[in-house]
């Protein structure tokens, strides 16, 4: 049976590619696997203390962490568009000047958001004095989709997203960069947000899809190809002619 190269090359290419790509998948759900399993393991781990020492995102993240200081009220930041059970509301993200140097951020809190005027803020509670919270290291205050930056102009209170490198450089606070995701106080003090926070999803069945995907169109390829060549040889069996392009230009009847 006679091989055409160039087709056969092409199909080659295109497995060759679909299985790479399926397998970066495969390897993408796995890291992720590893990290739900990190996440896991930190909900059930004593809390990290928060201090004027630098801590790096990637040593700190999803850990649960304690920082004792005092709330920056001036500086507060609502982020917009933060829905909880399908009512609109704000994120409420506040500096806490720790209690040995530094300052970090803590994202105290969902807030609902007056329907009637759309700036005004409901009211909530501050504890005034050195506090001490708990919650979780993030990486930011979770991300909105926004056009353009109008909507995390500097100096707003009110913006779609906060960045704790851009909010440094804003208010040159010498901020962590985390955000701690609070879950209360200790002791317990009743300031009126709601922090019924979302687990995190690292959405690893997604990857698992895209990976049978990939396969899928590898075997595909695969399947054109050999049907493609047997077709190719039982026309040079029985002598019919193999219907190529017209390279005069005319088309048959």
Request: zero cysteines.
């Given at each position: 049976?006679?091989?055409?190269?160039?087709p056969?090359?092409?199909?080659?290419?295109v497995m060759?590619?679909?299985?790479?790509?399926?397998?970066?998948?495969?390897?993408?759900?796995?890291?992720?696997?590893?990290l739900?399993?990190?996440?896991?393991?930190?909900?059930?781990?004593?809390?990290?203390?928060?201090?004027?020492?630098?801590?790096?995102?990637?040593?700190?993240?999803f850990h649960?962490?304690?920082?004792?200081?005092?709330?920056?009220?001036?500086?507060?930041?609502?982020l917009?568009?933060?829905?909880?059970?399908?009512?609109?509301?704000?994120?409420?993200?506040?500096?806490?000047?720790?209690?040995?140097?530094?300052?970090?951020?803590?994202?105290?809190?969902w807030?609902?958001r007056?329907?009637?005027?759309?700036t005004a803020?409901?009211?909530?509670?501050?504890?005034?004095?050195?506090?001490?919270?708990?919650?979780?290291?993030?990486?930011?205050?979770?991300?909105?989709?926004?056009?353009?930056?109008?909507?995390?102009?500097?100096?707003?209170?009110?913006?779609?997203?906060?960045?704790?490198?851009?909010?440094?450089?804003?208010?040159?606070?010498?901020?962590?960069?985390?955000?701690i995701?609070?879950?209360?106080?200790?002791?317990?003090f009743?300031?009126?947000?709601?922090?019924?926070?979302?687990?995190?999803?690292?959405?690893?069945?997604?990857?698992?899809?895209?990976m049978?995907?990939?396969?899928?169109?590898?075997?595909?390829?695969?399947?054109?190809?050999?049907?493609?060549?047997?077709?190719?040889?039982?026309?040079?069996?029985?002598?019919?002619?193999?219907?190529?392009?017209?390279?005069?230009?005319?088309?048959?009847?």
């Amino acid at each position: 049976m006679k091989i055409r190269l160039v087709p056969a090359l092409l199909i080659l290419i295109v497995m060759a590619v679909t299985i790479r790509l399926g397998f970066w998948q495969r390897d993408r759900a796995h890291q992720k696997e590893a990290l739900q399993a990190q996440i896991t393991q930190y909900e059930t781990s004593a809390p990290q203390t928060v201090g004027a020492a630098p801590l790096a995102l990637k040593d700190i993240q999803f850990h649960r962490v304690r920082a004792s200081g005092t709330f920056m009220p001036a500086q507060v930041v609502y982020l917009d568009n933060r829905p909880y059970n399908d009512q609109p509301g704000f994120y409420v993200v506040m500096p806490l000047k720790l209690a040995g140097g530094g300052v970090v951020l803590v994202n105290r809190g969902w807030l609902p958001r007056n329907m009637a005027v759309r700036t005004a803020i409901a009211p909530y509670e501050t504890p005034t004095g050195v506090v001490e919270v708990e919650g979780i290291a993030r990486a930011d205050a979770t991300r909105a989709f926004e056009l353009g930056a109008n909507g995390s102009a500097a100096h707003q209170k009110i913006r779609q997203n906060l960045g704790v490198a851009s909010y440094a450089a804003e208010t040159g606070l010498p901020l962590q960069p985390f955000v701690i995701q609070q879950t209360g106080f200790v002791p317990a003090f009743k300031d009126g947000l709601v922090r019924d926070w979302p687990v995190p999803d690292t959405d690893v069945e997604r990857n698992y899809g895209y990976m049978l995907q990939w396969w899928g169109m590898a075997l595909a390829a695969l399947l054109f190809g050999l049907y493609a060549a047997r077709k190719a040889a039982t026309k040079a069996r029985t002598g019919e002619p193999d219907p190529g392009p017209h390279l005069n230009g005319h088309m048959d009847n």
